[in-house]
């Protein structure tokens, strides 16, 4: 077996590995990239946050239908149509693979860059085996393999049928009733989705609260909505048992000592994913990972020299665009240009619930326990023109300071189209401005970024 040798082997072709690839390979490098599934753009592309809010939209066109009398158009009830699901998923793959294919397009213009869909193994610190076919030596490399969906200790989880995160992405009907457990970012959203498309929801959650750290006034407001949407939510909820009943499943279990039963068609655990080091041969290596993912420096190097580690694989937060900017961060790093890596408390992210619910920096908790000397200015959307102009008036903008200096440390926000403004607030967080640089800043009316210049003007000090 010949050993071909690479400045950069890239483990991993989604968020955390092919911006890295692309980036070194423009600058010359000589550079592998091995992605094992299907195309370039990993689980954000393919089973997770995009063919979500593809369905996601499909759903929410279809819920608007029902308010067009209050806009003048038609008459009340509105008969909905029915979904046809399967050009939903076509849809869906047509805009999967050209995403996926674009980014191969872009990579393929790159002399230096060679592209492999297979499985690479690593078998010690500068070597690996593709397809335990093809040896290749390297310098430097980055693992980037992802995560997978956690599957829960439940009696009766293993049973056919009972699906994952990805594989209730891959669904092939809309069911008539299912049980979603797990009341995080994934469950929440698909909770909504199927709800809107027709599905009757039950939503378990084992912890007080959905969401987890997110910030509990907004979340409180969201668990509501879903409450009033029709879904059934129990918090508290203990899963006994998963079994086979006649609709397809029964689903046990207990809330404050309560036993109760669920007879639904599909049962999915959505609680959330693991850092997937799966096969990845760090054995060989001195990288060392526990539960929680791969253990890296502050430059995202592990314990073996010249070996870094990008996106899910590194544990919380699990988000696509927070991969993308740790592999730009290594990439510019290994180049020796200067970089600043990415910190926690700068991060954004949106809920594509609905309403959708934005978040950047610290919560209000989070602050108190920092130490900080906190304080909340807040914006009800329900005085809001433009929020009024669209008819999506419930929402609360909840900005968080620090009272002696001013700076503003976390911005969350609940309103439909909060996705939108996660850009100003990212960059108000990141840049450290006071609640006055954003209070001076002129913003356009009506929309809802006016929000961040009234709550700013009007914060108490």
Known sequence: MTTDHFDVLVIGGGPGGTPAALALGQAGKRVLLVEAGRGLGGTCLFEGCIPSKIYRETAFRRH?????????????????????WAAVQKRRDHVL???SQGALAKAGKIPTLEIIFGRARLDGPRSAVIDGTRKVSFEQAILSTGSVPNRLPIPGAELPGVLDSEQLIEIKSIPRSMVLIGAGPIGVEMAQIFTMLGSQVTLLEVAPHILGPVDQVLATRLQARLVADGITLHTGASVAEIATGPEGFEVRFSVAGVEQTAAVEVVAMVAG????????????????HDR????????LQTNEPGIFATGDLVGAPMFAHWATAQALAVARHMMGAPVEFPRPE?????IFSAPELGMVGMTEAEAQAAGHD???AEYDYMIDARAQISADAEGLLRIVYDRATRRILGVHVLVEGAADLMGEAALAVRLGLTLEQMASSI???????????????????
């Open 64 to 84: 608007e239908m029902a308010r067009a009398p209050g806009f003048g158009l038609g008459q009340s009830p509105v008969v909905l149509p029915t979904v046809d």
């Open 97 to 99: 693979a050209g995403r």
């Open 273 to 288: 994913r693991h850092p997937n080091v799966t096969d990845l041969g760090l054995e060989t290596t001195a990288v060392q």
């Open 292 to 299: 929680h993912g791969v253990k890296v420096d502050a430059t």
């Open 346 to 350: 700068h991060n954004s992210a949106v």
């Open 374 to 376: 906190v304080g909340v």
């Open 443 to 461: 913003h356009p009316h009506p929309t809802l970024t006016e929000a961040f210049g009234v709550a700013a003007m009007t914060a108490p000090r």
